[in-house]
């Protein structure tokens, strides 16, 4: 199969020049299927090979690294990723830490509580791990098989608040998303905001929100600029490829921003050019076509 090539986006300029150093990648519905355990294919890791020594290949994910560690192993990236939706930076050679923004400990329990308040579902990503309330809505539980959202959970008697990158209200109706969003805009900590992650329309024309709580650092396009301070090199010499809602920041902002063809269309609507679909390998695509502009 022959790969297809990209396609100017709504960014894209005649005058435009590829000066790539760093590309980094999304991870579900762009290198493979949403929360999979997968690989990327053969093509994407013969591309990353390709252009070893003279780009940078990373990860730009909402995943936390025990669901994004064996993609960095094998396509072998090197240099950073972002990771937990830009809530840590990550030493790809190590899985060290270099930087994160984990919410105030303090203020985390005051939005879980308030969001028990809500009576909705809700999970809270601590240090990189789910852990969902318990039947009592007091204890917390986690999966035993973190690829699997049906698996048996297990009981985490002493479970407490470490690093709590991100507070997730999934499938919450509009006004329930709207007094969340009222909540964290009034709390005094202004370090913490939330956004629409996720929203499905339902056979009666509503729609359901997942909505993030975070610390205001962790977003993708914060996490760009200092993915660049820290590898010495200027944001507009990063290529960043991805689908959905929460990559449109990134997409938008890096030197060459690249949507798939199954993009969101807040997505597609700032891309530099634009990629074939996952299912045609469009990541890969994205890769070759860049190195060959250099």
């Given at each position: 199969m022959t790969l297809l090539q990209l396609q100017p986006g709504p960014r894209h300029t005649k005058e435009l020049q590829s000066t790539i150093k760093i590309a980094l990648f999304d991870i579900d519905n762009t290198l493979i299927g949403n929360d999979s355990p997968g690989l990327p294919t053969e093509r994407f890791k013969s591309a990353v090979e390709n252009v070893r020594g003279e780009i940078f290949v990373g990860i730009a994910s909402a995943r936390p690294l025990a669901k994004a560690a064996h993609i960095l192993d094998y396509i072998g990236a090197e240099g950073l990723s972002i990771l937990c939706n830009g809530a840590q930076i990550i030493n790809n050679y190590d899985k060290s830490v270099v930087a994160e923004w984990p919410m105030d400990l303090g203020t985390c329990a005051d939005v879980l509580q308030y969001v028990q308040s809500l009576g909705v579902t809700y999970w809270v990503n601590d240090d990189g791990v789910d852990y969902f309330v318990g039947d009592d809505g007091v204890s917390y539980q986690k999966q035993t098989n973190i690829w699997d959202p049906r698996s048996a959970r297990v009981a985490v008697p002493d479970f407490?608040?470490?690093?709590?990158?991100?507070?997730?209200?999934?499938?919450?109706?509009?006004?329930?998303a709207k007094s969340i969003e009222a909540f964290v805009q009034a709390h005094p900590d202004d370090t913490i905001t939330s956004l629409v992650a996720h929203e499905v329309r339902q056979l009666d024309g509503s729609i359901l929100y997942d909505v993030f709580v975070v610390h205001k650092r962790a977003n993708k396009k914060d996490a760009l600029h200092e993915l660049?301070?820290?590898?010495?090199?200027?944001?507009?010499?990063?290529?960043?490829?991805?689908?959905?809602?929460?990559?449109?920041?990134?997409?938008?902002?890096?030197?060459?921003?690249?949507?798939?063809?199954?993009?969101?269309?807040?997505?597609?609507?700032?891309?530099?050019?634009?990629?074939?679909?996952?299912?045609?390998?469009?990541?890969?695509?994205?890769?070759?076509?860049?190195?060959?502009?250099?």
């Open positions: 407490d608040l470490s690093k709590p990158f991100v507070v997730v209200l999934h499938n919450i109706r509009d006004i329930q660049a301070r820290l590898q010495g090199v200027s944001v507009k010499d990063i290529m960043a490829v991805g689908d959905g809602r929460n990559d449109a920041v990134i997409v938008g902002e890096a030197g060459i921003g690249v949507a798939m063809g199954n993009s969101a269309l807040e997505t597609l609507a700032v891309a530099t050019y634009i990629a074939p679909s996952m299912a045609e390998d469009g990541a890969a695509a994205a890769l070759n076509f860049i190195y060959s502009t250099k």
